[in-house]
C-alpha cells in the first residue's frame, strides 16, 4: 500500500532513512522523477545510504500512473518520493478518478531563491507549486508540513498566493 | 557537526590545520548547496589532493560529496571521528597520497573505537 507522499528536495537522506522509514515501516521508497529515472550513476550514488532492508525504485510519473494498482494494492508498505509537488498532481487525478482516498502528502523540504511562499518551518514554494499544492488540495489530497518524524506537523490550508506570508489564508 | 570537529581539533592542533567546513545551510537549494560545494572544492584542489569527510552514507553531506567521488586528487570516507581527523591532518602535513592516507584512516578510525571497560579488563561478558 501507499503510506505516504513526500515531497522533499533532499530526496533520499538521514531524516527519511533514519526516521520516516522505520517509523512508518516502510520497506520500498519509490522516487518519482522524470529525471532521476534516466539516471543510473545518480541512481546508484542515492542507494548507498538506504538500509538494506529497503527497495529504492525509480520511476517516472508515466510510470507510477501505470504501476498504481499494483503500488496501491501489495502489501509492501510503499513512500512516494519527490522533489518537487508537481510530479504527485497526476497521481491525485487518477487517485480521483479510481476514487480512491489519498495518502498524506507531507511537505517536508523545500527550499531556493524561487521559492518565496512560506507554507512551513522547512516548506518553501513558488508559485507554480503554490497552484500544484492547490490541485493536489483540490482534489482531496491532505498536506501536512514535517521535516523530520520527531517534529510537529503542520496542516497546510491552501488560499490565496501571496509572497512570503503565512499560507492559512481563507 | 563538521564545525564542531574542527573546532575540537583546532583546539589540539592548533589553527592552522589544513582542514576546512562545509556545512549544509538549511535554507539553501539542492542545486544553490551543491554549486557552493563544487566552488569550495575546485579550490581546494588548485592547493592539492582534497580527502572529504562526511558524518555518514545517505545523509545530505555524503549526497552533496557523492557526485565528486571519481573526481581525480578526491577521497571519501564516511563516519568521521577525532582520532580519524587527528591522524588526516598528519598524514596531509607528511603529504601523503590521498588514496593511501583514506585507506589507511578508516582501519585508523576503526582501531580507536574502542570499550574502555574492556581496555581495562572490567567488560561484562
Not at chain 1, 522505520?22 to 522516487?31: K, W
Not at chain 2, 572544492?41 to 571519481?70: C, K, Q, Y
Not at chain 2, 590521498?98 to 561478558?125: F, K, P, T
Request: charged share 20%; aromatic share 4%.
Amino acid at each position: 500500500m501507499i503510506v505516504n507522499l513526500r515531497v522533499d528536495d533532499r530526496l533520499i537522506h538521514g531524516q527519511v532513512t533514519q526516521g520516516w522509514v522505520p517509523s512508518l515501516h516502510i520497506n520500498t521508497i519509490v522516487v518519482v522523477s522524470d529525471v532521476l529515472a534516466d539516471n543510473p550513476v545518480r541512481q546508484q550514488v542515492m542507494q548507498l545510504g538506504v538500509p538494506p532492508s529497503v527497495r529504492v525504485l525509480f520511476m517516472t510519473v508515466t510510470q507510477v500512473l501505470d504501476a498504481l494498482q499494483d503500488l496501491s494494492s501489495t502489501s509492501e508498505r510503499v513512500m512516494l518520493l519527490s522533489d518537487s509537488p508537481g510530479p504527485f498532481c497526476a497521481l491525485s487525478r487518477a487517485l480521483n478518478q479510481r476514487q480512491e482516498d489519498s495518502p498524506i502528502l507531507t511537505l517536508g523540504n523545500l527550499h531556493g531563491a524561487d521559492r518565496a511562499h512560506k507554507l512551513g518551518q522547512t516548506v518553501f514554494c513558488s508559485e507554480q507549486e503554490y497552484s500544484q499544492l492547490s490541485e493536489l488540495a483540490r482534489n482531496g489530497v491532505n498536506l501536512e508540513c514535517c521535516a523530520g518524524v520527531h517534529d510537529a506537523s503542520e496542516q497546510v490550508q491552501m488560499g490565496v498566493w501571496q509572497e512570503s506570508t503565512d499560507s492559512s489564508l481563507s | 557537526m563538521a564545525s564542531g570537529l574542527y573546532q575540537a581539533t583546532a583546539a589540539i592542533l592548533g589553527d592552522d590545520i589544513p582542514v576546512y567546513v562545509f556545512e549544509t545551510m538549511p535554507d539553501h537549494s539542492p542545486e544553490e548547496r551543491q554549486a557552493r560545494f563544487e566552488a569550495m572544492l575546485r579550490e581546494l584542489l588548485d592547493a592539492g589532493e582534497v580527502l572529504l569527510l562526511v558524518d555518514f552514507l545517505g545523509g545530505t553531506p555524503s549526497n552533496v560529496v557523492l557526485p565528486e567521488m571519481d573526481r581525480d586528487g578526491v577521497e571519501i570516507l564516511t563516519g568521521v571521528n577525532m582520532p580519524m581527523l587527528f591522524k588526516a591532518v598528519t598524514l596531509a602535513r607528511e603529504k601523503v597520497p590521498v588514496g593511501d592516507a583514506a585507506i589507511r584512516l578508516v582501519e585508523y578510525g576503526r582501531e580507536h573505537i574502542r570499550q574502555i571497560a574492556a581496555m581495562l579488563g572490567q567488560a561484562n561478558s
